[in-house]
């Protein structure tokens, strides 16, 4: 084969010792491209305005190739100053032309070229990349933190709609509008005891089982506080505790500023008995007369006039026109179910009796379970003529009264009711839900302008890369044609080059 047709691949990042190898240039080459460097400075400095030459001097490092362009500008810049002898006389010819001489002495303008097309392949086009590619994926970055944090905005103000509609709430004013709310609770207890009248059925076939298991009547013991609200509806804790309606009820200004229940005791007042002077008296038989009864079997009471007893001084409580008891204070003012201890008594007799319907349905549906039929053989009628259907429509009863008292509106304004800390509490975590929404979107405005920021300078890097590419391009197209006229026009191909990035 013609060794002429063979091309001459050169490894791009190997140039430069392939040419000192085969001897184009000297190893020293660097010592002599110090004085063409200062030579290019220097020259630039007076330059013809020229679009030509303002485009080779732009954005680049000035090479030997670019300098044999500018010296035929100046042919044209420079004309005037040409000589009879075809020489010119401009200064910035023979600067530019001393330049060239310099590059061209052992050949270190090749060594330079091959120097520049090496750091440009391996450093300077990957360098920039690497910037670019940093930058979009920063841009990556954010564009997801920007989809997590609209995420966890949406999720917080979807939870804070939905807390203000549980409570009832428009979110403007949170503290107030949940105090005003407290207002709701007296009616909401009368709904709840409106459902827990419809459990009577149920709480009448508890006391049957009980009675009928232990032989004797439990009624007193079981169920005590949850009959009495379904019998009475939603008294004060002070009828339940002494079986009679207080004749004056004393409510607390402000029970948002009690913490906790105080204990109440039974107030008799300031005032104490007057047994008279003589606290030593005796009450003699004798000198009590109990009258004689009447043909309508009445009793006269004949009243003593020796002993001074007053009973309005004393404090003793006389039954009136059928109005009972005394005064309601503290917490036996408050109804059975904004009691907080009543209320929590009420809920665990409620969950009991659901406990044993549960149970009654389950021996019920299974048919297997013949010690439980012959258990209520001998049970009263009530007990046998349960059916399934009837026993879930008892538990259905019960647990409308559980969803009643313990919906998470009826227990918020419960405990707003009965403590101030869970008011603050609240709103906090409210509040919270609303600074979480608004620092999410500060958050998202700032990565918004990042994103920007990487865009503009994204768009700023890729003009300057394709320019670099395109001139390291022509500079290896240069090179290669050097060598080849070295190698008399044999193909040169610099491979691994700028063509493979």
Not at 19 to 36: A, E, F, G, Y
Not at 290 to 305: A, N, R
Not at 361 to 370: M, P
Not at 434 to 443: D, I, K, N, P
Request: glycine content about 4%; aromatic content about 6%; overall charge negative.
């Amino acid at each position: 084969m013609d060794e002429q047709n063979i091309p001459i691949d050169i490894n791009n990042n190997k140039l430069l010792d392939w040419l000192v190898s085969r001897r184009h240039v000297t190893k020293d080459w660097q010592n002599s491209i110090l004085q063409v460097r200062e030579k290019i400075n220097n020259a630039i400095q007076d330059m013809p305005a020229h679009e030509g030459i303002i485009k080779l001097l732009s954005g680049q490092h000035i090479n030997y190739f670019h300098c044999l362009k500018i010296i035929e500008i100046l042919k044209e810049t420079e004309a005037d100053s040409k000589n009879l002898f075809g020489r010119y006389g401009s200064q910035r010819m023979k600067d530019w032309q001393q330049i060239v001489s310099m590059y061209q002495k052992d050949n270190i303008y090749l060594a330079e070229a091959a120097q520049i097309l090496i750091r440009n392949v391996s450093y300077e086009i990957p360098s920039l990349k690497k910037q670019v590619a940093k930058l979009e994926q920063s841009q990556t970055d954010a564009e997801k933190k920007i989809k997590d944090y609209s995420k966890n905005e949406a999720l917080a103000l979807k939870e804070f709609n939905t807390s203000c509609e549980q409570l009832g709430i428009t979110g403007k004013n949170i503290k107030s509008e949940l105090i005003q709310l407290l207002g709701e609770l007296p009616k909401i207890y009368e709904n709840a005891a409106g459902k827990i009248k419809l459990v009577k059925p149920a709480i009448e076939l508890y006391l049957a089982f009980n009675q009928y298991l232990s032989g004797k009547d439990t009624g007193v013991e079981v169920l005590p506080l949850l009959r009495f609200v379904a019998e009475k509806g939603n008294p004060t804790t002070y009828e339940y505790t002494y079986g009679e309606k207080p004749l004056k009820i004393e409510l607390e200004e402000d029970t948002l500023e009690k913490n906790s229940e105080s204990e109440e005791q039974i107030d008799f007042g300031d005032n104490e008995i007057d047994f008279g002077e003589n606290p030593d008296f005796e009450l003699e038989e004798s000198k009590i007369d109990w009258g004689t009864p009447s043909t309508d079997e009445e009793f006269e009471i004949v009243e003593h006039t020796d002993v001074d007893l007053s009973l309005e001084e004393s404090g003793i409580v006389v039954e009136k026109s059928g109005m009972d008891g005394g005064v309601a204070r503290g917490s036996e003012a408050l109804t059975v179910l904004d009691n907080p201890k009543m209320r929590d008594q009420v809920i665990n007799e409620l969950l009991e009796l659901d406990s044993f319907l549960k149970m009654r349905l389950f021996e019920l549906s299974n048919d297997s379970d013949i010690l439980a039929m012959s258990q209520m053989q001998n049970a009263p009628t009530m007990l046998q003529m349960q059916t399934v259907e009837s026993i879930t429509s008892m538990s259905d009863c019960v647990n409308v009264a559980l969803a009643e008292l313990m919906n998470k509106r009826t227990l918020h304004l419960h405990n707003i009711k009965h403590s101030p800390k869970y008011v603050d509490i609240l709103t906090a975590n409210l509040k919270q839900k609303l600074t979480l929404t608004e620092r999410m979107r500060q958050s998202i405005g700032v990565l918004k302008e990042q994103i920007e920021k990487y865009q503009s300078e994204i768009k700023n890097f890729e003009p300057a890369i394709r320019l670099l590419i395109e001139k390291t391009k022509q500079l290896q197209k240069e090179v290669q044609q050097d060598i080849s006229k070295r190698y008399k026009g044999r193909v040169v191909n610099i491979v691994g080059g700028v063509n493979m990035l």
